[in-house]
Nanobody
Framework: VQLVESGGGLVQPGGSLRLSCAAS????????LTWVRQAPGKGLEWVSA????????YYAESIKGRFTISRDNAKNTVLLQMNSLKPEDTAVYYC????????????????WGQGTQVTVSS
């Protein structure tokens, strides 16, 4: 089982990045996908989620209107388009998967990626 994030990097405030998470080794379209981030010296912060079929999306208030989550079940990929980035968006971004039938705590997932660093700075 693998979740591999990519697309992170250094960007100026107001800029954009698109994160990608490629999944393998499990039934992708049976799982909801989530992006979670961790800023330096802070705990995990839930960012966004998308249902197993893509019909429902959810966003944290801190990024609503700036980030967009999407998924392509044919390519086993989930994306996070991040626009109007702010310095406070600096964090390691993780994608995580949870089976669509599972009821669990906010940060309890079946699978996690290794993370990709996003740095927003001038």
């Amino acid at each position: 089982v693998q979740l591999v994030e990519s697309g992170g990097g250094l960007v100026q405030p107001g800029g954009s990045l698109r994160l990608s998470c490629a999944a393998s080794g499990f039934t992708f379209d049976d799982h909801a996908l989530t992006w979670v981030r961790q800023a330096p010296g802070k705990g995990l912060e839930w960012v966004s989620a998308i249902s197993w079929n893509g019909d429902s999306t959810y966003y944290a208030e801190s990024i609503k209107g700036r980030f967009t989550i999407s998924r392509d079940n044919a390519k086993n990929t989930v994306l996070l388009q991040m626009n109007s980035l702010k310095p406070e968006d600096t964090a390691v971004y993780y994608c995580a998967a949870r089976h669509r039938t599972k009821v669990a705590d906010l940060y309890e997932y079946d699978y996690w990626g290794q993370g990709t660093q996003v740095t927003v700075s001038s």
